[in-house]
């Protein structure tokens, strides 16, 4: 069993989306070995829904939003996750921070070749690269799983 943590700043946009994405191609590969959920970094959110931009983006390409409240990362994920992912160069340095560093801390675009952050919809507006980077991201990380 495999079990992935994606984490962003406030976990309402850009986690929530790589989780569901990830639960959903699971579910179409048909495979029942790996879990997925999601957290952030900051207390900003705590208890929220995913953005209203994050809904949007998903419902337009099929993908079913997973039922989802904003929380935090706790030191104990280090343990009850066996790879821990975050979306920017930002939200690795507050996961070691809040984790301590391991070398089960990633970045989503790592599993592309390309290993760059994934920009935060929240600031740019812009769901659809975001999404497009994190579906990229999830299926390289699938691949390399499998």
């Known amino acids: 069993m495999t079990r992935i943590l994606f984490v962003c700043l406030g976990n309402i946009c850009r986690s929530p989306m790589a989780e569901s994405v990830m639960t959903y ?11 997925v959920s999601s957290a952030a970094t ?18 337009a390409h099929g993908i079913p939003l997973i039922p989802h409240r904003a929380r ?12 821990l992912i975050g979306m920017d ?4 340095r507050n996961m070691a921070r809040i984790v301590g ?3 089960k801390l990633h970045r989503l675009s790592e599993w592309t ?3 760059n952050d ?3 919809p929240w600031y740019t507006g ?16 699938l691949d390399a799983l499998l």
């Not at 160069?89 to 690795?92: A, R």
Request: hydrophobic share 30%; with cysteine; charged share 25%.
């Open 25 to 35: 191609l699971i579910k179409t590969r048909g495979l029942a070995d790996i879990t």
């Open 42 to 59: 900051s207390r900003e959110e705590l208890g929220n829904p995913p953005h209203p931009g994050t809904q949007r983006v998903l419902a």
């Open 72 to 83: 935090q990362l706790t030191v104990s994920d280090r343990e009850d996750f066996d790879l």
């Open 89 to 92: 160069s930002s939200n690795l």
């Open 101 to 103: 560093q391991c070398g």
């Open 113 to 115: 070749g390309r290993n």
């Open 118 to 120: 994934i920009a935060d």
């Open 126 to 141: 812009d769901f659809e690269s975001t999404f497009t980077d994190i579906w990229e991201g999830c299926n390289a990380l």
